[in-house]
């Protein structure tokens, strides 16, 4: 069995796997023994995100436009790795009758019907969320749902097994239930950090979309794939950042 006790290089693998940051190889290659890294990775792009959303803002953006190149940016700089899954996950679901159909659609790199309305409604809900913040709030709540968000990627991992047996998710590996739940744990003590006790009761908001997620994928194609966490990922974010809003204000 592979070795997954955390390391420091599980770190740089995270940000390789999830990022489309031009940065070296490393001594690891990302794989399952990563996942617990997923947060950290999360917590940075949200932060990072959330100053450019301050910086918009107090140069005097529109805030339809702060909100709307924040999203931008998050997307420029993960390769629309999330966007892309939540489209195929929405097509495979919504047209396919059986595992085999299913498979098959989220496979093909064509967007259809289910897949742009999943986008469109998913990126309202985020721009929505990005523009009713200000100040610092930018940063600590793109913060803690980005890292959540992709916390319950891992999650969802170690919960369901690989429903093909190639693609990206089927590469990566299973995690351990170590490194899924130090990930979980990571992004729920980040959440709280950032946010406060109110932080708890936002990763359990955050946690429904990908419960939902987690049964739909288990009914309809006995497991998860690489679309489906995607799909987690981005439901979970869109939610994380309505409640967000309804939590603070």
Not at 45 to 66: C, D, N, T
Not at 132 to 151: E, I, K, P
Request: overall charge neutral; aromatic content about 6%.
């Amino acid at each position: 069995m592979t070795d997954q006790r955390p390391s420091p290089a599980d770190i740089s693998a995270a940000f390789r796997f999830l990022t489309r940051l031009p940065l070296p190889d490393g001594e690891k290659a990302p794989s399952a023994s990563s996942v617990w890294a997923f947060p950290i990775v999360g917590m940075v792009l949200g932060a990072s995100a959330g100053l450019l959303a301050w910086f918009l803002a107090w140069i005097g953006v529109p805030r339809l436009g702060v909100g709307a190149l924040t999203i931008g940016y998050l997307v420029l700089i993960t390769g629309a790795l999330h966007e892309d899954g939540l489209a195929d996950c929405a097509d495979g679901f919504g047209g396919g009758k059986d595992k085999a159909g299913i498979l098959a659609i989220m496979r093909d790199s064509s967007i259809g019907t289910y897949g742009a309305l999943a986008l469109m409604i998913v990126i309202y809900l985020r721009i929505t969320g990005v523009v009713s913040f200000g100040g610092w709030n930018f940063v600590l709540q793109l913060a803690a749902v980005g890292g959540m968000s992709r916390a319950l990627m891992g999650g969802l991992m170690f919960a369901l097994p690989n429903a093909r047996s190639d693609g990206a998710s089927a590469g990566f590996g299973k995690p351990s239930a170590a490194s899924a739940g130090l990930g979980l744990a990571i992004g729920l003590v980040g959440a709280i950090a950032m946010t406060g006790i109110s932080g708890a009761l936002l990763v359990g908001i955050m946690a429904l979309p990908a419960l939902g997620l987690m049964m739909l994928a288990k009914a309809k194609i006995g497991g998860q794939t690489g679309d489906v966490l995607g799909a987690t990922q981005q439901s979970a974010e869109a939610i994380g950042l309505m409640a967000a809003v309804a939590l603070l204000y």
